[in-house]
């Protein structure tokens, strides 16, 4: 009889991050100059290792998550957060490499983001989501420099950007109330000026990441101020006072999540909070519209980021099991699996660091390439939020029944994952925000630009811009009906996601074939388009699928 061997099945192995990625490092070769991209490798090639280090040291020890401890010994009340180790790394990470800085530094002029991205993208799964105070600082260093407020500018701005962990500010953003999430018409916090004048803020807010920074951009309706978005003012809340204590900020407790469990979010409580507001008392919807540009761009990087971990681990585990006599990495079926998978990521890539090329613009920014660029964010944000929850979900499979084992790291993967569609709006919010964004012309704007990178290419082999002009015709046919529109708004939106993406692929594409002699990208787009860049939906009888009590 045969007997079969045990055998311990070997786990999948990290190498450097950023020396092991073919497609970051042939992004920046076509995007950065020689000497830009000279100044900054040694900083990339340590947090590549660093990024493999952290995946080694999570797995040998157990999973460590932030506590609150609400009172001392003697029943005072303290409400202290404990982070993990990765966190309590995170400011001299953070001003060692830049990962807000880098992104307002004037050293490397309109390629910063890019700079300032790569170095993020590097980080993320390694931080332990310390990535979403660093991007909502990064969106409120952003906000405060356009409101014009040149005393709070002055005052948390350095420190917000700083390179020195002693004097860093981490920013959150409070906005999110129990009555409304992308609602935030119905913010029931109220701002109330006291005898001296200055404003307290009062209410509750039901979601808070990093509760543990120095600052929050938060907003509030003014005392009398009436009902409505225009009456919501913008307030900066230093969260504690010059003695160290909470400035009137109770933490009820911290969220019990799905995943980004490292990170503290909490609900709290603002009891006379003190706050200074952001410009007029007045239109605070207005003085955070310029931050979304940043923090939905890092949101798509740190998806970005997933995935390519994912990937990483998939692919590298492939070519240690065995099954069936021969490793997964030759079985036919999985090798066309995982090539799938790559093609996706990679038009993504690409796709997110055009954005991330055209916010590093800034005030050099055409005004044609700013209504681009607002378009273009919320759909890559979108689109990449819903594709790194499939890419995590596909990373399990592909791991078999380790992929379902917490302690693989792999589980994680994917409840990390799904926090992506969600923060910065969520897929539907998105959409409709594209639908705005576009106006009644912007997807010839849009079209114009891919034929552009498409002309750069040297032609349209895969039917680009005929995708982009069936989504013209899909527009244009419902304008007249918004409830047709929005209805089918998703679809709309995934469609110039995944076209656009291939028109920025095909570019890239070309000049890797052509200055590196690398088929790799052109192969990408062949399997990316292959697998359709339409997303468009039919017109269905929603009201017959619904339950009658969720009809209208």
């Known amino acids: ?160 950007l700083a390179r020195d962990p002693a004097r860093l500010w981490l920013s959150g953003q409070w906005m999110t109330e129990t009555a409304g999430g992308s609602d935030v018409a119905r913010t029931g916090t109220v701002a ?31 005392a009398g101020a009436g009902d409505g978005t225009d009456a919501l003012a913008l307030f900066l809340v230093e969260t504690r006072d010059t003695h160290g204590r909470w400035n009137g900020i109770r933490i009820d407790r911290l969220k019990d999540k799905l995943g980004t469990r490292e990170l503290p979010t909490a609900e709290i409580h603002l009891d006379g909070a003190l706050a200074t507001p952001v410009g007029e008392p007045a239109h605070g919807v207005r003085l955070i519209a310029p931050m979304l540009n940043v923090t939905r761009t890092w949101n798509a990087v740190c998806a970005l980021a997933t995935m390519r971990r994912c990937l990483a681990l998939a692919s590298d585990y492939a070519r240690r099991r065995e099954a069936f006599g021969r490793p997964l990495a030759r079985q036919p079926l999985h090798r066309a699996t995982l090539a799938a998978l790559a093609a996706e990521f990679e038009a993504a890539f690409h796709f997110v660091f055009f954005v991330a090329g055209l916010l590093g613009r800034g005030e050099q920014a055409t005004p044609g390439e700013r209504a681009l660029l607002r378009v273009l964010t919320p759909l890559a944000k979108l689109w990449t939020g819903r594709l790194v929850v499939r890419v995590a979900s596909e990373t399990c499979e592909a791991f078999g029944g380790a992929g379902y084992i917490e302690n693989t ?14 923060w910065e709006g969520t897929t539907n919010v998105l959409a409709l925000d594209v639908l705005r964004a576009l106006g009644t012309d912007g997807v010839d704007a849009l079209a114009t630009e891919a034929r552009a990178l498409l002309a750069e290419a040297g032609g349209d082999r895969h039917g ?23 209805a089918g708004a998703r ?14 692929l095909a570019r890239h594409a070309a000049w890797a074939t052509r200055e590196r002699g690398d088929r790799r990208a052109s192969a990408a787009l062949d399997a990316f388009a292959a697998a359709g860049l339409s997303r468009l939906a039919a017109a269905v009888d929603v009201d017959a699928l619904l339950p009658d009590n969720c009809a209208p």
């Open 1 to 160: 009889m045969r007997r079969t061997m045990d055998f311990i099945q070997s786990a999948p192995v990290l190498g450097n991050q950023y020396r092991d990625d073919p497609v970051l490092r042939e992004m920046l070769a076509r995007s950065l100059p020689a000497g830009v991209l000279a100044a900054i490798e040694g900083d990339l090639d340590e947090l590549g290792a660093y990024a493999a280090e952290a995946w080694a040291e999570a797995r040998a020890r157990e999973a460590a998550e932030p506590t609150l401890q609400q009172w001392d010994a003697w029943g005072g009340r303290i409400d202290r957060i404990d982070v993990t180790p990765a966190w309590r790394r995170g400011a001299a990470m953070t001003t060692r490499y830049g990962f807000v800085a880098a992104g307002h530094e004037s050293t490397h002029g309109v390629h910063a983001r890019i700079d300032q991205f790569t170095r993020v993208y590097l980080y993320h799964v390694a931080s332990e989501f310390h990535t979403c105070p660093l991007a909502m600082s990064d969106g409120a260093a952003t906000a405060l420099k356009a409101s014009g407020a040149t005393a709070l500018v002055e005052r948390a701005v350095p420190r917000l």
């Open 464 to 486: 680009i811009g005929a995708s982009l002009d069936a989504a013209r015709a899909w527009h244009a046919a419902r304008r007249a009906s918004r409830d047709a529109l929005e």
């Open 491 to 504: 679809g709309f939106a995934l469609t110039l996601a995944r076209a656009f993406a291939a028109a920025v």
């Open 409 to 422: 790291g792999i589980p994680q993967l994917l409840r990390d994952a799904q926090v992506f569609p969600i």
């Open 192 to 222: 109330r000026r006291d005898r001296d004048g200055a404003w307290r803020l009062y209410g509750r807010k039901w979601f808070t990441s990093a509760v543990v920074g120095e600052m929050a951009l938060a907003l509030a309706h003014p």
